[in-house]
């Protein structure tokens, strides 16, 4: 069983600053990306960053580029997002996305539950 522990997020002003983090655990081979999503009201969900685990490269939408970073730590399976002068459109449920290869060399994919991301004064 795979499980995808997401903590973090809360409110804070404009400009301001937040960090939240992504633990995966359980029976994995090996862990292909990690990353981040967001799903704000009546919107699709879209990707925000995610990294590569084995070399660390990454990928970030338009949109936050200069403002968050994306990073992990290998040793436990955990990846941080650190938003910087966020705004009020960044306001959102932001959720994580795990692809592994399971024990049996199978590529799936997991989600967290989500945790809510509200940017406003």
């Known amino acids: 069983q795979v499980q995808v522990v997401e903590s973090g997020g809360g409110l804070v002003q404009p400009g301001g600053s937040l960090s939240v983090s992504c633990s995966v655990s359980g029976t994995i081979f090996s862990i292909y990306v990690m990353g981040w999503y967001r799903q704000g009201s009546g919107a699709q969900r879209e990707l925000v960053a995610h990294?590569?685990?084995?070399?660390?490269?990454?990928d970030y939408a338009d949109s936050v580029k200069g403002r968050f970073t994306i990073s992990r730590d290998n040793a436990k399976n955990t990846v941080f997002l650190q938003m910087n002068n966020l705004k009020p459109d960044d306001t959102s449920v932001y959720y994580c996305?795990?692809?592994?290869?399971?024990?049996?060399?199978?590529?799936?994919?997991?989600w967290g539950n989500g945790t809510l991301v509200t940017v406003s004064s």
């Open positions: 996305k795990v692809d592994i290869l399971d024990e049996e060399r199978y590529p799936r994919e997991y």
């Open positions: 990294i590569f685990m084995a070399h660390g490269g990454a």
